[in-house]
């Protein structure tokens, strides 16, 4: 029972999140590629460096110390992006043009729910770019060379997430 719950809470950034236009369903897209374009649209230099955003959210999301409610935050915020674009634009956040996915972003900026998720990501987003290298998502250190940073002694020898 338990390995099945750990499968399915681990699996929730190769799933699909349904999204609905009214009562019908409109489309279907993943977390994961979703998370992937907004971090990229939050901070582009990350993906330039290479720093694995997406792939600290997905560590972030099967951690024990991180609260189910801020799991379910992350989870409904990819979900109310995108269903913000399919009432703005008719398709899904990741389907659409840069202009029009930042239009997307100002106006939920306006919201309250918006402005959280947008900080919440953008924070995830900095752990990862600036977080030790052993925690998933700053490859070969990528965001501390940018920054012109070494990294203190002693190093984590594991993860602590």
């Known amino acids: 029972m338990n390995s099945r719950r750990i499968f399915l809470k681990a699996g929730f950034l190769s799933t699909a999140i349904f999204v609905m236009n009214g009562c019908e369903l409109f ?12 971090q990229n649209d939050l901070f582009p230099q990350a993906k330039k460096l290479g720093v694995e955003t997406s792939r600290y959210i997905e560590i972030i999301l099967r951690h024990a110390r991180v609260s189910e409610e801020d799991k379910k935050f992350i989870k409904n915020g ?5 269903e913000e674009s399919v009432l703005m634009y008719k398709t899904t956040y990741v389907k659409l043009l840069v202009s029009d996915r930042e239009e997307v972003l100002n106006a939920i900026s306006k919201k309250k729910w918006g402005r959280s998720f947008m900080k919440e990501m953008t924070s995830y987003l900095f752990e990862a770019m600036l977080g030790d290298p052993i925690y998933g998502g700053n490859n070969n250190e990528a965001g501390w060379k940018w920054l012109k940073f070494t990294g203190g002694n002693p190093r984590p020898k594991e993860a602590y997430l």
């Open 78 to 82: 990819v979900k109310w992006l995108n």
């Open 27 to 38: 489309s279907v897209t993943t977390s994961q590629d979703t998370i992937r374009v907004l």
